[in-house]
């Protein structure tokens, strides 16, 4: 195992008025040529990052408590990341992988049979983005079953095309408006610990959506039950021990396809390299995408060879799917999970965050709940632990004074009270601390 590298230094640092005036030139800009509907969490233009900063156009140096949404987590220009993609596009950018192929797809494929659960037959295909992995899982899973209906969950997050809107739970922003969805997907409860109206363990939860899912669909019917095992927009959910392993129990007793969507807990963001490894379940299939290649679009379905063998050639694909500069990027991201052992980082984060941030559910009446795994850790925020009732304006709040003090934090969850944490797996330990006492400080002047 080597060290972690830096390019840039790991530091905060505000060069005056925020954000500087050219974030706010390029805001103005922006205004005249990009619809509202494309909407960003930071006030500030990215120049440069590395590690756990993101340096701005004005030459403010900001902590990224965010990887751009779980996609950085080797940090945004990884050595080996961009040797990878500098070594494949000096030689092409494109070929399509369905006119003239080329071995880094075949490279990509083998590491991600090789690194999901399971060591049964497997195959991968690849895409651009998360949504058109999901969608396509569904698509194998239907194939392979001749059947047609898709359980999804409360809270879940799938993507923003129209098949993947109809998976995903929230109406507004992602669905509301921009009907008549796809059909045939129903919606079971999800175990949410923190909601429940009365305590009840993953076992029994999960037979709750099971009996829903017997008695309004018909196991017969059912092609894939689609599940992220940790939920990521709708607020670092996770579900209560025992209920993926009694989900995919009940999928395989039926021949219905388990559908793994880690495209944002997936690649050691939870410690491990998959987040349903923390809970021995082997899914069917599993989608992923995001932390997959350092920041390069590029998505996967892997999974049993059978499911796959009900596609007659020519069914999968797509023009840019699986492409070279993507699969070198893949490459050198998956090879720096391994050299920096970013899964043991992530468990080092998680101790760390929890530490300062655990002890605040005690302190404020605010915070309601600390949970997640690895570096993918939330704060769910409330008017009062009594009432629990969801408190968004807090969140708001203290992203906004994080901000304010160059730190980068998102938000996420059904109700928008959720406080989520996913730093790049590369950040360094002083940079994180220094973080963490400010969101500590934006907590406390929230409550
Ligand atoms: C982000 C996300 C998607 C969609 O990925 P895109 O690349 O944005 O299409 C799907 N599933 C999960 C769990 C996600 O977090």
């Known amino acids: 195992m080597s060290e972690i590298t830096y390019r840039l230094p790991q530091e905060i640092r505000l060069t005056g008025e925020f954000p500087g005036p050219k974030s706010r030139e390029l805001t103005e800009r922006r205004a005249r040529v990009v619809p509202a509907g494309v909407a960003s969490s930071t006030p500030v233009y990215a120049a440069d990052a590395d590690g756990g900063v993101v340096v701005d156009v004005d030459g403010n140096s900001l902590v990224d408590l965010g990887s751009g949404i779980a996609v950085t987590s080797v940090g945004a220009s990884a050595p080996a990341v961009v040797d990878g993609v500098r070594e494949a596009a000096s030689h092409f950018t494109h070929t399509c992988f369905m006119v003239t192929p080329y071995e880094g797809y075949v490279a990509v494929a083998e590491q991600l049979n090789e690194l999901t659960p399971g060591d049964h037959p497997k195959r991968t295909v690849l895409f651009n983005s998360g949504a058109e992995a999901v969608e396509n899982a569904v698509k194998i899973a239907r194939a392979a079953t001749s059947r047609n209906a898709v359980v999804v969950f409360d809270h879940a997050y799938h993507g923003r095309t129209n098949l993947t809107m109809a998976l995903t739970a929230k109406a507004a922003p992602y669905k509301a408006g921009f009907g008549p969805f796809a059909p045939e997907i129903y919606r079971v409860p999800m175990s949410y610990p923190y909601r429940e109206a009365a305590p009840i363990g993953g076992k029994e ?5 099971i009996q829903q899912i017997e008695k309004q669909i018909g196991a017969e019917n059912v092609a894939a039950v689609l599940i992220e095992p940790i939920q990521g927009e709708g607020g670092f959910i996770v579900p209560a021990d025992g209920f993926l392993p009694r989900l995919s129990e009940w999928t395989r007793d039926n021949g219905v396809v388990f ?31 995001k932390g997959i290649a350092g920041g390069m679009p590029l ?13 007659k050639p020519g069914g ?6 699986g492409n070279p500069v993507s699969c070198a990027a893949a490459l050198g991201a998956i090879q720096t999970m391994r050299d920096w052992d970013l899964g ?14 655990e002890p605040l559910v005690e302190e404020l009446d605010i915070v309601g709940e600390f949970r997640g795994r690895g570096a993918m850790l939330a704060l769910e925020l409330v008017s009062d632990s009594a009432s629990k009732t969801p408190h968004p304006t807090a969140a708001k709040e203290i992203a906004s004074y994080c901000m304010d003090r160059g730190v980068i934090v998102l938000t996420a969850g059904t109700y928008g009270n959720v406080i989520r944490l996913l ?19 934006a907590i406390r002047a929230a409550a």
């Not at 939860?205 to 959506?209: D, P």
């Not at 043991?344 to 941030?357: D, F, G, N, T, Y």
Request: hydrophobic letters at 50%.
């Open 344 to 357: 043991a980082r992530a468990q080092a984060i998680e101790a760390q965050v929890r530490s300062v941030l």
């Open 205 to 209: 939860a999960a037979e709750r959506a």
């Open 259 to 289: 559908i793994a969507d880690e495209v944002q807990a997936g690649f050691c963001r939870t410690g491990k390299w998959f987040a349903v490894d923390h809970e021995g379940v082997v899914p069917d299939l599993v989608t992923t995408a």
């Open 299 to 311: 998505s996967a379905v892997t999974g049993r060879a059978e499911l796959f063998d009900a596609v």
């Open 316 to 321: 999968l694909g797509g023009t840019y799917g």
């Open 423 to 441: 730093p790049p797996l590369v950040i360094g330990e002083e940079l994180l601390g220094r973080a963490l006492e400010i969101l500590a400080d």
